[in-house]
């Protein structure tokens, strides 16, 4: 075998593994998918629930944040000076500590509901802005699901918080919080 005939098999090998990777991570992928599709489909209804509550003029979010057994659900609110909105995502990780849910391990998963626009076909949705994703840190812990909904109820994207947001703000959840947990 010649030179470029051995580099010419090895660059076909290579290539044929990382297809064969791909392909074993997307199959890996949809069977973790279904599973989060039939493991928080009420928590996705939830989320949708929070979106018809929404107080905005333009974009319509929904997150519903489950903590131990309950679910909280709220919508976005926009001001017209645009300085004082608050992210739906925010206001029901505030939601459910101002009600005592205070262990980080309590939360299992928030679902996010992005109206017009995410469509059910759209690969690129994006699941919480940089700032929603320090408060959910914060708060929640690495392993808690960040879930987005479509607004028909279907799942079209999940993953763990610590993929989301490799490189937070430092932690400080292990500061004890003035609120005991009632969850």
């Known amino acids: 075998m010649t030179p470029i005939e051995a580099l010419v098999k090895k660059n076909r090998d290579l290539a044929f593994k990382h297809a064969t990777d791909w392909l074993?991570?997307?199959?890996?992928?949809?069977?973790?998918?279904n599973y989060i599709r039939k493991?928080?489909?009420?928590?996705?209804?939830?989320?949708?629930?929070?979106?018809g509550r929404a107080a905005t003029f333009k974009t319509r979010v929904g997150a519903a944040v489950q903590s131990g057994k309950k679910i909280y659900s709220s919508g976005n609110i926009e001001n017209l000076s645009r300085m004082e909105d608050e992210h739906a995502e925010a206001l029901v990780m505030k939601m459910a500590l101002?009600?005592?849910?205070?262990?980080?391990m309590e939360y299992r998963a928030l679902a996010l509901v992005y109206g017009e626009m995410v469509k059910e076909t759209d690969e690129h949705s994006f699941p919480a802005c940089n700032i929603c994703r320090q408060i959910i840190w914060e708060n929640a812990n690495p392993e808690t699901v960040i879930i987005n909904v479509v607004p028909?109820?279907?799942i079209v994207f999940a993953a763990p918080l610590r993929l989301l947001y490799p490189f937070p703000y430092p932690n400080f959840s292990s500061?004890?919080?003035?609120?005991?947990?009632?969850?």
């Open 39 to 51: 493991e928080y489909h009420e928590l996705a209804m939830h989320g949708i629930k929070g979106q």
């Open 175 to 183: 500061i004890p919080r003035r609120l005991p947990n009632k969850c």
């Open 98 to 104: 101002m009600d005592g849910c205070t262990d980080p």
């Open 152 to 154: 028909t109820g279907e």
């Open 24 to 33: 074993n991570f997307h199959a890996g992928f949809e069977n973790y998918l």
